[in-house]
């Protein structure tokens, strides 16, 4: 595929500046593989990179299948320079400065305006459009079996808000926009609270909008560790770990009772114990108690007999374990959601993908002075409600 890209980048400037960029593309590539094969890069630490790529492919495979007129490359290019940001982060402590800025001129020079709309939409490059397309559906096969349903069954869908006898149409994606299960008038009724006054607890336990705080608690690490009213709170701790710890607790809460002894122990080994790279540097009282509970858990069942057996262990410590360390480590990051990164680049990016379109929103605008206040009777779908 970055042969294909490298000679359409040659027809457009010239031979040597593409096979530059190549070369450097193809070195990084290698250079990636090493640090993987090394363990330098794991699945834990690029695990925050998955779902903007994943939605990258989809924008790229969407925007190579469809007409070319339809096509927004702007969109493409606010997506391409996102993907930039978060891999200079992961690969920034593992490569010289020097690769690092050719990593960044090698997706600048990619995800160039003009170099998009000539692949997309110059007739002369239809075959290496239709070649970049069979490489991406390759590299995202799931992604590209849900397009051929989609395509296959292209029509209108019904707004979600059945229970309100709504008989609209959903809008569909449009420029960053994401598109929507609801009609202008319940996307509205649904979302706007939610973008208005948006949660930490559900930018930690949503997996779609947690990888925006995610993004921006590396790329503005070393400023909240240095910035005074942050550093106090922090006690020495990285807002990153606290994000971590956080969605470990959580994920702890919902595993079965029978792995849950087993969880907790993790969690203690990899955020609570002083001599972990994850230890989020809280005080030692409240550790002291998780770990009581967690040798009180440890009892036998010798009241009345259970189809385990009389003396059946059991070794469940309570779910609510940790939500007094949680309660400190939350109020660190509540602290940095509201004074920085409500007020960020990265959470401007995620509004765009959710708020609508300037046309849907006065149609829904217009809906809401009609009606009364919006969507009194709109139905959550259930993966909305796993967003609030």
Same mark, same amino acid.
Request: proline share 3%; glycine share 4%; aromatic share 8%.
């Given at each position: 595929?970055?042969?294909?890209?490298?000679?359409?980048?040659?027809?457009?400037?010239?031979?040597?500046?593409?096979?530059?960029?190549?070369?450097?593309?193809?070195?990084?590539?290698?250079?990636?593989?090493?640090?993987?094969?090394?363990?330098?890069?794991?699945?834990?630490?690029?695990?925050?990179?998955?779902?903007?790529?994943?939605?990258?492919?989809?924008?790229?495979?969407?925007?190579?299948?469809?007409?070319?007129?339809?096509?927004?490359?702007?969109?493409? !290019?606010?997506?391409? %320079?996102?993907?930039?940001? +978060?891999?200079?982060?992961? &690969?920034?402590?593992? $490569? /010289?400065? =020097? *690769?690092?800025?050719?990593?960044?001129?090698?997706?600048?020079?990619?995800?160039?305006?003009?170099?998009?709309?000539?692949?997309?939409?110059?007739?002369?490059?239809?075959?290496?459009?239709?070649?970049?397309?069979?490489?991406?559906?390759?590299?995202?096969?799931?992604?590209?079996?849900?397009?051929?349903?989609?395509?296959?069954?292209?029509?209108?869908?019904?707004?979600?808000?059945?229970?309100?006898?709504?008989?609209?149409?959903?809008?569909?994606?449009?420029?960053?926009?994401?598109?929507?299960?609801?009609?202008?008038? !319940?996307?509205?009724? %649904?979302?706007?609270?939610? +973008?208005?006054?948006?949660? &930490?607890?559900?930018? $930690? /336990?949503? =997996? *779609?909008?947690?990888?925006?705080?995610?993004?921006?608690?590396?790329?503005?690490?070393?400023?909240?560790?240095?910035?005074?009213?942050?550093?106090?709170?922090?006690?020495?701790?990285?807002?990153?770990?606290?994000?971590?710890?956080?969605?470990?607790?959580?994920?702890?809460?919902?595993?079965?009772?029978?792995?849950?002894?087993?969880?907790?122990?993790?969690?203690?080994?990899?955020?609570?114990?002083?001599?972990?790279?994850?230890?989020?540097?809280?005080?030692?009282?409240?550790?002291?108690?998780?770990?009581?509970?967690?040798?009180?858990?440890? %009892?036998?069942?010798?009241?009345?007999?259970?189809?385990?057996?009389?003396?059946?262990?059991?070794?469940?410590?309570?779910?609510?374990?940790?939500?007094?360390?949680?309660?400190?480590?939350?109020?660190?990051?509540?602290?940095?959601?509201?004074?920085?990164?409500?007020?960020?680049?990265?959470?401007?990016?995620?509004?765009?993908?959710?708020?609508?379109?300037?046309?849907?929103?006065?149609?829904?605008?217009?809906?809401?002075?009609?009606?009364?206040?919006?969507?009194?009777?709109?139905?959550?779908?259930?993966?909305?409600?796993?967003?609030?």
């Amino acid at each position: 595929m970055i042969k294909t890209l490298s000679l359409v980048a040659s027809v457009l400037t010239t031979e040597k500046e593409a096979k530059t960029t190549r070369d450097d593309l193809y070195k990084l590539a290698a250079k990636t593989s090493l640090l993987m094969d090394e363990k330098q890069l794991t699945e834990k630490n690029t695990a925050h990179a998955e779902e903007p790529l994943r939605h990258l492919g989809v924008k790229l495979l969407n925007a190579l299948s469809a007409d070319a007129g339809s096509v927004k490359v702007e969109v493409l !290019h606010s997506n391409l %320079v996102r993907i930039r940001e +978060i891999l200079g982060e992961i &690969l920034k402590p593992h $490569i /010289s400065a =020097k *690769n690092y800025q050719k990593l960044i001129d090698a997706f600048g020079f990619y995800s160039d305006t003009k170099f998009l709309t000539s692949l997309i939409h110059d007739a002369k490059f239809t075959h290496e459009k239709k070649t970049v397309f069979d490489n991406l559906a390759k590299m995202f096969p799931a992604e590209m079996d849900k397009l051929r349903k989609q395509r296959a069954r292209a029509k209108p869908i019904p707004c979600a808000a059945v229970a309100s006898g709504c008989k609209q149409l959903a809008v569909r994606q449009q420029g960053q926009f994401n598109g929507s299960q609801f009609c202008p008038y !319940h996307h509205m009724a %649904v979302f706007e609270q939610k +973008i208005k006054s948006p949660k &930490l607890e559900t930018f $930690i /336990s949503n =997996k *779609n909008m947690a990888t925006y705080l995610c993004q921006y608690l590396i790329q503005d690490e070393d400023n909240l560790c240095t910035e005074n009213n942050t550093k106090k709170m922090l006690n020495g701790a990285k807002p990153l770990r606290l994000f971590h710890f956080a969605r470990a607790v959580l994920a702890y809460k919902l595993v079965d009772r029978k792995l849950r002894r087993n969880r907790a122990e993790a969690v203690l080994q990899k955020y609570l114990n002083k001599n972990a790279t994850g230890f989020v540097h809280v005080d030692d009282k409240h550790v002291a108690v998780a770990k009581k509970v967690m040798v009180e858990s440890d %009892v036998h069942n010798t009241a009345k007999g259970t189809k385990y057996g009389q003396k059946a262990t059991f070794n469940a410590p309570p779910k609510d374990i940790f939500d007094v360390i949680l309660g400190a480590t939350n109020r660190v990051l509540q602290h940095i959601f509201d004074e920085r990164y409500l007020k960020s680049r990265v959470h401007a990016m995620y509004l765009r993908t959710m708020s609508l379109p300037p046309y849907w929103k006065n149609m829904a605008l217009k809906e809401v002075k009609k009606n009364g206040e919006a969507g009194k009777n709109a139905s959550e779908t259930k993966e909305e409600k796993q967003a609030s």
